[in-house]
């Protein structure tokens, strides 16, 4: 049977990525100065203006506004003529500690939370990624790699990439659509940025999936001028597909960013794709998706559940999965979580990427 899917990507200066970029800097900044920090962190962005709110219990201090213009000025967002600056934001800031009930059941090493989360693992690709979500994440790394290398000085931080893979018989045989809308300098013509995006960005970011009858969409309404937060409106935790596996995988709904490790939303998917990577590298299935649910406060999940979808023995699956320890003190202790490296993950995926722990 053939089939076609489709993920999208977005760039680090996308609204709601400076949103989760800002709240990731934020926690790294605590975790930096005191490594048991409870930190649930909230941003919005628009126009010349950041609000930051949530819970904050630590013994470390910060200095909010400092690190946010650093994460905006990292970001590209430099210019004093946009509405949107890393100099003349304006940041309002609206913290309180975490919750006393809530402080208590963490304290016990529990879950901060109930919830479920799930993590996935496919061969279909080295990176033991789905290859539609690998191939967008990809062309907005590229992107921002070349605006920032300065060679291809007209484009903006702004972007957002899809990619459309065939599928036949259950594996990945061509790339069919690849659509590209990138931010750039007002004076750069269309046919320029169509050039650039088919004869360079494409070749490199695809590798061997490139091919040049795939059909390209950039900029398919004709000018990416205005972006960002200065033309729209971000927030964090809304682009939780584009930070796992592209919509190839169930998601629990809880997103990552701003939240530290105590918050099973976060840690315990990490240590799904953790584990469900193992189960695939220790040969018992081809693809795997695991589900773990939490009830706030209680160390041992309420229950965890695999699927192989029939690449594999789902009885010998379950077994092997349930040797891990799944307490969220464990999973902590075991990625080595409480460490700022959190900044690392907001962009381009949560997944998939060597240097993260729970992809070694």
Aim: aromatic share 8%.
């Amino acid at each position: 049977m053939s089939f076609l899917f489709t993920s999208e990507s977005v760039s680090e200066g996308h609204p709601d990525k400076v949103c989760d970029y800002i709240a990731d800097s934020i926690l790294d900044a605590y975790l930096a100065t005191d490594p048991n920090s409870r930190v649930a962190c909230e941003v919005l962005c628009k126009d010349q203006h950041v609000a930051l709110a949530g819970e904050i219990s630590s013994r470390g201090t910060v200095d909010h506004a400092a690190v946010v213009r650093r994460a905006i000025r990292e970001i590209g967002y430099t210019d004093p003529a946009d509405a949107f600056c890393d100099e003349t934001a304006g940041i309002i800031q609206w913290f309180s500690k975490q919750a006393e009930e809530i402080s208590v059941g963490v304290d016990a090493l529990g879950a901060g939370d109930q919830g479920i989360m799930f993590g996935y693992a496919t061969t279909e690709t080295p990176e033991l990624m789905p290859l539609p979500i690998l191939l967008a994440h990809r062309l907005s790394r590229t992107l921002a790699e070349d605006r920032k290398s300065g060679k291809f000085a007209w484009l903006r931080p702004d972007a957002k990439t899809q990619v459309s893979v065939l599928y036949d018989e259950g594996a990945p045989r061509e790339v069919t659509d690849v659509v590209v809308s990138t931010q750039h300098r007002r004076d750069v013509e269309s046919e320029m940025i169509r050039d650039y995006v088919t004869q360079q960005l494409a070749p490199r970011a695809l590798g061997a999936w490139f091919r040049p009858e795939t059909r390209f969409l950039v900029n398919p309404t004709g000018s990416f001028v205005q972006g960002g937060p200065s033309a729209d409106a971000g927030v964090t935790g809304r682009k939780i597909i584009v930070d796992t596996y592209g919509g190839a995988a169930h998601h629990g709904g809880g997103a990552f960013s701003g939240k530290d490790p105590t918050k099973v939303d976060r840690s315990a998917a990490y240590f799904c794709r953790y584990v469900a990577r193992k189960l695939l590298q220790a040969g018992i299935a081809r693809r795997a998706e695991l589900q773990v649910a939490y009830s706030i406060g209680v160390a041992q999940p309420v229950s965890i559940n695999v699927d192989t979808f029939a690449t594999g023995d789902d009885t010998m699956a379950l077994e092997f999965v349930r040797k891990f320890d799944f307490r969220p003190a464990a999973i902590i202790e075991r990625l080595d979580l409480r460490r700022p490296i959190y900044r690392e993950t907001t962009n381009y995926g949560h997944f998939g990427r060597p240097q993260l722990p729970w992809e070694q």
